[in-house]
């Protein structure tokens, strides 16, 4: 059948107007291609963006903007001017047991809070770790132990990985440790603390300051999307995909679903940050059933956050506090003035109060102003503030927040992988729930980066490798190649 002269090369759907999906359009620009944009939502951004509700702004998971991929760092200044951009401390801490411990662990602080012979207890395990680590590194729990002795896991990380997905640390996949923690261990944690205070780079878990955008993530997002619009892509919102219609191997249609109206876009090429499994779920002819019970396999950790005002006097210097209190409900609290100004306001502060849901459970149903008066009992429980000085208060629900990364994760993520190669193999995930991976913001855009290149200049790059290789998680390669291939970028975030 001859081809259609009238068509252009490359027409490329991207599916999510998140960072994934908003840097492939971007990039397809730079290279003279337009794409089409189909956003589900009504707003870009997807978990970067940035809520705002009477003026009030909430980042929906907290950012640092912080990477070793220098294309990405470049694409950042591309979006916005310097100006938009405050550099900010970094500070968290951990609440256990009615007492914060600095994050990164400091010897002195650690000391003074477990006391003297229970730091010692530590001191020891840890050691026995080292001498005799655990025989199963498999699962969150024995990866941790390891690294921490597992006295210190039991304080400082047990309750917290368990809040956060909502199933014992036993059954989750160490990827995400791996992913997460990385090459951080209770030693260089703990050597890095005795340093000369400076904004060391090599074990990105220990940064001491990160760039931000004066008016939160959402801002960059919203500037990228201005700026493909004005390139002549269309970014279509409220805009579900409901088919990917595919024949001979490949994706030749994407329809959308909206009002009962349904819209079909032509194309050549298909980049899809959609969550992996309703990929799958959308291919028009349906795979088989062991595919799509693969698909079924695959879950995610929901997350909402409820967002209090208080006065000024209650605010804290950490970005946030991890709560490993299991007396409440709450597991991380933002403070969001410690993020930036701009996104509160004079004489006062606002606390994100972050829950790790499933969709659907008695949380998640809750009723707004149910949710706010949890909030406030959590807050008054804490030490932090009392209900009754809480001025407002507001949720943000995010759904598919977080994939979850049980035993059998990869192999699902395989046969989908297969499936796709094999039937669509003009279909390419992207970015952390496209590809069903712990990808950070920065990592999500670097695999769309990449897989522009490879639809419209032809190269083989593995996008599935970023954020693989655990010696480019947290530590710097001490040499790299000068061909400009993917083994000379450290892809290495610090964007939560």
């Known amino acids: 059948m001859p081809s259609d002269p009238a068509r252009p090369d490359h027409e ?189 780079k090599e074990i990105t878990t220990l940064i001491e300051e990160f760039q931000y955008p004066k008016y939160g993530p959402g801002m960059m997002w919203e500037a ?60 028009d002819p349906r795979p088989d059933d062991a595919v799509l019970g693969a698909a079924d396999g695959l879950t995610f950790r929901d997350f909402l956050t409820i967002a209090l005002v208080v006065p000024a006097k209650y605010s804290f210097p950490d970005n946030w506090i991890y709560i490993h209190s299991p007396k409440v409900k709450v597991g991380r609290i933002q403070n969001f003035g410690s993020w930036s100004p701009f996104l509160i306001k004079e004489g006062r502060t606002c606390l994100g109060m972050e829950y790790f849901v499933f969709e659907g459970d008695e949380y998640w149903e809750m009723l707004d102003e149910d949710l706010v008066e949890l909030g406030k009992r959590e807050l008054e429980t804490l030490g932090l503030v009392e209900a009754d000085k809480v001025e407002a208060g507001y949720v943000v629900r995010m759904p598919k927040a977080y994939p979850v990364y049980d035993e059998n994760y990869k192999a699902n993520v395989d046969v989908l992988r297969g499936w796709l190669a094999e039937h669509a193999s003009n279909v390419h995930p992207v970015g952390r729930n496209g590809m069903h991976k712990y990808n950070n913001q920065d990592h999500s855009m670097f695999t769309a980066m990449l897989t522009v290149e490879n639809i419209v200049e032809g190269t083989t790059h593995d996008i599935w490798s970023v954020n693989v290789e655990e010696e480019y998680h947290e530590e710097a390669a001490a040499e790299g190649p000068e061909d400009g291939g993917l083994d000379d970028v450290e892809p290495v975030p610090e964007t939560a």
Request: with cysteine.
């Open 224 to 283: 990228c999307r201005d700026k493909v619009e004005a390139q002549g892509t269309k970014v279509v919102m409220r805009a579900p995909v409901t088919k990917i219609r595919h024949e001979g191997g490949k994706a030749v249609a994407v329809v959308t679903e909206t009002d009962g109206v349904e819209t079909t876009y032509p194309c050549t090429a298909v980049i899809s940050s959609m969550p992996f499994p309703t990929l799958l779920r959308s291919m």
């Open 12 to 200: 490329v759907v991207i599916i999510g107007a998140g960072p994934a999906g908003l840097t492939a359009a971007f990039e397809l620009n730079r290279r003279g291609v337009t794409p089409t944009v189909l956003e589900a939502t009504s707003a870009v951004g997807g978990i970067s963006q940035t809520v705002e509700r009477d003026g009030w702004r909430f980042d929906i998971g907290g950012h640092r903007f912080f990477t070793k991929v220098k294309e990405v760092e470049a694409f950042w200044h591309e979006i916005l001017p310097d100006e938009d951009f405050l550099l900010r401390p970094r500070m968290s801490r951990i609440f256990y047991e009615g007492k914060y411990y600095d994050y990164p662990l400091k010897p002195v602080n650690v000391l003074r809070n477990l006391g003297f012979f229970e730091a010692v207890r530590c001191i020891l395990s840890y050691v026995w770790a080292r001498v005799r680590p655990p025989k199963d590194q498999r699962f969150l729990e024995g990866w941790i132990s390891a690294r921490f002795g597992t006295r210190l896991y039991h304080h400082l990380f047990k309750s917290y990985n368990e809040k956060l997905w909502g199933r014992p640390a036993s059954d989750i996949s160490a990827d995400f440790a791996a992913q997460r923690i990385k090459n951080l261990t209770l030693l260089n944690a703990m050597t890095t603390a005795l340093k000369p205070k400076r904004n060391q």
